[in-house]
Nanobody, 124 residues
């Protein structure tokens, strides 16, 4: 079973930065739409960013626009989520997902593959 692997989570103070990574040895990610989701305890899953392969565009949820950046390093078969100016409300498990679909409203519309997630905690 194909699974993506996230890394880079951790504890950071408000205003700090983290970079999450998403990779896999089973897929060539530059052939797939890749998105990042997050889920906080007691809250619904939220799509935060999506990287399209159809037009090369990146999309973001309003809640993270201007603070988060999604990028790809095809040589490393890795998709990153650079997160700046983090706020306590960004605390969640973040996971990446990939599929042969499209981005919609800042999130990947559907996906076939996903990772187990990495915890991001923003706290002083």
């Amino acid at each position: 079973q194909v699974q993506l692997v996230e890394s880079g989570g951790g504890l950071v103070q408000p205003g700090g930065s983290l970079t999450l990574s998403c990779t896999t040895s089973k897929l060539t990610l530059d052939y797939y739409v890749v998105g990042w989701f997050r889920q906080a305890p007691g809250k619904e899953r939220e799509g935060v960013s999506c990287s399209s392969v159809l037009n090369g565009q990146s999309y973001y949820a309003d809640s993270v626009k201007g603070r988060f950046t999604i990028s790809r390093d095809n040589a490393k078969n890795t998709v990153y989520l650079q997160m700046n100016n983090l706020e306590p409300k960004d605390t969640a498990v973040y996971f990446c997902a990939a599929g042969d679909y499209y981005c919609s409203g800042g999130k990947i519309a559907e996906y076939d593959y996903r990772g187990q997630g990495t915890q991001v905690t923003v706290s002083s």
